[in-house]
């Protein structure tokens, strides 16, 4: 039998177990009490902090981010923080969203062939242009490509056209980066990342975050948004 988590449970897991995979990307960092922080400036489109409790403080996350040079973010979990005094404006609020464990998911439809990315770096790096819409340039390096952590393809042909990213931590799995080049293959992109996590971690709910026509497309594939959260960046 399954126990899911209480809501507060659920919201501090996928608050730790974004922050791992945020550490995972950025190759470095460090958990305090209250929070991950990186001292210096993290890859593009990661942030710099993720509070890991409400009760977390601006202090806390000043005491552990570069403020000094451009570009310091802040992923404020619980939508608690008010970092406006220290010269951060909010970029984009969101939800925090939660599936079940082990709860079926739709076919996969859209016409494309799913397989995990393995072993070569220049899979990954194909993997990262379909996403970005450009050139893979080693945003997602080969040390993401390890156990806990799955990249997840969708080709049409030889062309990858949906993906999505599976990691583990916090007791959660979480589904981030999930791409299509429509909305069929988006739809096929989650369906098939519920799949996907149900098999490798049947007794693990799922969670992530959207906002927007994402939130939309999640909450389209069963998930349920659980709580708001702000990303903040330093413009002063």
Not at 8 to 15: F, G, I
Not at 63 to 79: N, R
Not at 187 to 198: E, F, G, H, I
């Amino acid at each position: 039998m399954i126990i899911e988590p209480d809501t507060s449970e659920l919201l501090r897991a996928a608050a730790r177990n974004n922050a791992e995979w945020c550490g995972a990307v950025s190759r470095g960092g460090h958990f305090r009490r209250t929070l991950w922080c990186s001292p210096r400036r993290t890859p593009p489109l990661y942030p710099d902090a993720v509070t890991l409790t409400p009760g977390a403080s601006a202090a806390d996350v000043l005491a552990g981010v570069d403020t000094a040079t451009p570009g310091c973010s802040v992923k404020d979990s619980f939508a608690s923080l008010d970092l406006a005094p220290a010269g951060f404006e909010v970029l984009f609020e969101a939800q925090w969203i939660h599936r079940p464990a082990g709860a079926a998911a739709g076919p996969a439809g859209g016409g494309l062939e799913w397989a995990e990315v393995e072993g070569p770096h220049g899979q990954l790096r194909s993997w990262e242009a379909a996403w970005s819409g450009g050139e893979g340039t080693g945003l997602f390096h080969p040390g993401l490509v390890r156990e806990g952590i799955v990249f997840l393809a969708g080709y049409d042909g030889p062309r990858i056209a949906a993906g999505a990213v599976l990691s583990t931590g916090g007791g959660v799995v979480g589904v981030s980066n999930v791409f299509g080049r429509n909305g069929q293959a988006t739809d096929s992109a989650w369906a098939t990342a519920l799949t996907t996590a149900a098999r490798h971690w049947p007794g693990l709910p799922v969670v992530g975050y959207e906002h927007g026509e994402d939130l939309h497309t999640a909450v389209r594939a069963g998930f349920t948004p659980i709580g708001p959260l702000r990303v903040w960046l330093h413009t002063a």
